[in-house]
């Protein structure tokens, strides 16, 4: 069964640094996502991605984040600037179309 | 979106049926019934949709009563496995504003040997 994959599992990294997240979505899959979720807490929805561009974004996606697909299979999302707030399980998930959408494993995210 | 209340926890013993009820009071004409379970350290996975009736796959069922104003997901003969966080979604066919998962605290289900 094809899946989503991420990489790194972990990372760990200063505040203040910059971070890329990558992700692999399924390959037939047309729409891209990032949610995060502090530990604890409930999953969010960070942005969505369709045809090389943005299509919704939450009040969390500020302008420290952004998002790339900067060849046919990677989905990448960069912190620019890291804080600690920013520690947490970022998921990547992929989906045909507006029907379910198939997560990633997660990057566990560590901000020291 | 509408809005949805499902308990925070339940608890069960491998072998019984497990009934999780969502309640979303406010669901719109046009929203879908979804839900996703989450192992911990591991991304949500896609369970169930449905619109109206009974959906039945080879993991659940989803009753819909006709007012749609709640949804219960039945999960048959659970095993330690089961234990998860199981979510439910209330909005467009990929269970949100159709270009994203909007997701609420869940219910944490513990399977007991």
């Known amino acids: 069964e094809p899946e989503v994959t991420q990489t790194p599992s972990h990372q760990v990294t200063q505040m203040g640094q910059e971070v890329i997240l990558r992700c692999v979505p399924i390959?037939?899959?047309?729409?891209f996502y990032w949610y995060r979720q502090i530990l604890g807490q409930k999953v969010e929805f960070l942005v969505s991605?369709?045809?090389?561009?943005?299509?919704?974004k939450s009040e969390i996606f500020d302008d420290q984040f952004s998002v790339e697909r900067p060849d046919g299979s990677n989905f990448t999302l960069k912190i620019r600037s890291t804080k600690l707030e920013d520690s947490a399980m970022y998921f990547c998930?992929?989906?045909?179309?507006?029907?379910?959408?198939?997560f990633g494993p997660g990057t566990r995210l560590t901000v020291t | 979106l509408a809005k949805t209340t499902q308990p925070i926890s339940m608890d069960s013993y491998e072998g019984q049926e497990v009934n999780i009820t969502c309640s979303h009071n406010?669901?719109?004409?046009?929203?879908?019934i979804t839900w996703y379970q989450q192992f911990p350290s591991q991304g949500p996975r896609f369970i169930i949709q449905?619109?109206?009736t009974k959906v039945t796959n080879e993991v659940a069922s989803l009753f819909i009563p006709a007012d749609r104003k709640s949804s219960t997901l039945s999960l048959p003969r659970v095993s330690l496995s089961d234990t998860a966080v199981y979510y439910c979604?209330?909005?467009?066919?990929?269970?949100?504003?159709?270009?994203?998962?909007?997701f609420g605290a869940g219910t944490r289900l513990a399977v007991h040997p």
């Open positions: 998930a992929s989906s045909v179309g507006y029907n379910e959408q198939y």
């Open positions: 390959s037939n899959h047309l729409y």
């Open positions: 991605f369709y045809n090389n561009e943005i299509s919704e």
């Open positions: 406010n669901i719109a004409t046009n929203d879908y």
């Open positions: 449905g619109y109206k």
């Open positions: 979604l209330v909005g467009g066919p990929n269970g949100g504003g159709y270009n994203k998962l909007i």
